[in-house]
């Protein structure tokens, strides 16, 4: 009797409908283009997100992500699910779900000061202030909590701090035309009155779903509701997808302007 066949492991094909590392893709690739986040080379992610291929050097790349990769791993753990690029925690952390609630507020302080205190310095005191005033493993969090003490928002040659604020914190926003490579979308601008950080009137903004006709999701329809990242379109949104990622924008902004006696926002827009 011959012995069984060796199993072979798949070889690495086109990525299941809904998979996390794929959902990482499109909302990091808008930063990692201008040079924000994750390697020098933006083409390796874009060409992972245009073929739509996950393997292992796509999980490689992933976790070179400085940014996410501490909070993606820190949910990993705390909600038992163990893949950081689980397909919940993915979402969890760039749009907003109820696992961010598992991540009890030590473990997120312990991971916040592993990853970010040497880069904050001086400022980690008023970082961490935000940690115990309730904050979540939201991308919100990183944007309004971490950037202002790590220096991103002091590089003013990329644009000014409220701009980098309103451009790098993930937004919802309705198709109102799409034509090729762009839309127009009606999305609420961040705006600053010298103590507040809120949410403008509804403006329209044009945005990019594709390079030379090739982008990750297909071409949108008027009425639409999608994801934001600089002005790159993520994603489509689902009705829970809007209303979570609304909800935990909110909470950041009630934080950010109401239980913190030192806003890292406030501190560097003056």
Known sequence: MSAPARA?????????????????????????????????????????????????GLTQLARSFTGPWPYLSMMAGATGIGDPFDRRIVEAYWIGNQLLHEVDLSTFG?????????????????????????????????????????????????GEPLQILDRCRIRWGRVVTSAGDTVTVRSRPLTWDGRRLELGAPTLETATRAMDGRGFIE???????????????????????????????????????????HPGPQMVIG
């Open 8 to 56: 072979q492991p798949p070889p690495p094909g086109r990525d299941a409908p809904g998979s996390g590392l794929q959902m990482f893709v499109r909302y990091a690739f808008p930063p990692n283009l201008r040079g924000f986040c994750g390697p020098a080379d933006f083409t390796a992610l874009q060409e992972y997100g245009l073929a739509g291929v996950v393997d292992p």
């Open 110 to 158: 312990i991971g916040v000061e592993a990853a970010f205190k040497g880069r904050a310095g001086m400022g980690w005191g008023h970082m961490a202030e935000s940690v115990d005033a309730g904050a979540l493993a939201h991308h919100g969090f990183h944007v309004f909590g971490v950037y202002p003490w790590v220096g991103l928002l002091t590089e003013t040659e990329r």
């Open 219 to 261: 071409p949108l329809q008027p009425g639409e509701w999608i994801s934001l990242h600089w002005d790159w379109v993520c994603d489509r949104l689902t009705a829970r997808q809007a209303k979570n990622l609304r909800h935990y924008t909110k909470h950041q902004l009630d934080l950010t302007n109401e239980r913190l006696a």
